[in-house]
């Protein structure tokens, strides 16, 4: 999913938000933000988000 992830009040550019959430889980485990491009997208070159954000 394309986000705008809110910081200051400012505009910041589209991300990747990036969710785990394994089968049978009642809610997800982590969440990133990628700054992959969105021409990239499909194409499987491992992993460029950040690190999980805080729970």
């Not at 505009?11 to 969440?31: F, K, N, T, V």
């Not at 491992?46 to 729970?55: F, K, L, N, S, V």
Request: proline letters at 7%.
């Amino acid at each position: 999913m394309r986000v705008r992830a809110a910081h200051n009040r400012q505009a910041h550019d589209e991300q990747w938000l990036l969710i785990e959430w394994p089968p049978g889980e009642s809610e997800p485990r982590h969440y990133w933000f990628s700054t992959r491009h969105k021409a990239n997208a499909g194409q499987d070159t491992g992993c460029h988000g950040t690190r999980p954000m805080a729970d």
